[in-house]
Structures are given as C-alpha cells and as structure tokens.
C-alpha cells in the first residue's frame, strides 16, 4: 500500500494498492470489481486500473485505489494493521478467489 503511513490529517484522496500474484498467474485476469479492501471497501469508481512492477520483482502487479478518508475510518487508535484484500481471478470462464495482504502504520 503507497503511503504505508497513515496519518489522521492527511489530506490525500488515494491509497494505492498493489496487488500480486504468484509467478505463473497474469494479473490482467483479476477482476477489479472484486476487490474489496478488509472486505468492505471497493475500488474508488472511475480510477484507472493498471499493471505495473512496483517492488520490482519482475511479476506484475495489479495497481488500484482506495479512498483514503474511508480507509481512514478502519482505523480508531495509533498501530500497525494488516491490511486485506479479497478478490477473484477469472480466466477462461473460471473464477478463483485469492487474498492479497499488506499493513499500514497509523500515526
């Protein structure tokens, strides 16, 4: 997630998410629409959704966005959270759900 740091003023509209997949799977087969940040939030409507190589691993990632001001109100304390995001893979007309994983400092 870009920032991994929360603060409670922040002001940023976003928070990006970068999803991955085992090598051997193409992320341009994950449904957007599926995913779902702590099985609550979706996708901020009309942002574009991209494939990138983030950590620079050389396996794509999927790159999404969250509103910040909801994903902020996850959050009641300081602390570190794990973050979880729930999707599907479809591909030839079969759908496999994965999780994707991260954590987030809140000051």
Known sequence: MDPNVLS???????????VGLPAGFNVSFIDPSSLRLNDA????????VTIGD?????????????????????FTKPGNYTLHIPGNYVRSGNTVPFEAFDSVYVR
């Open 41 to 48: 939030i979706p996708l901020v409507p009309g942002t574009r």
């Open 54 to 74: 983030h950590d620079s691993d050389g396996i794509p990632d999927l790159i999404v966005k969250f509103d910040r001001q909801i994903v902020k109100t996850l």
């Open 8 to 18: 409670p003023t922040s002001k940023g509209k976003y928070i990006t998410g970068y």
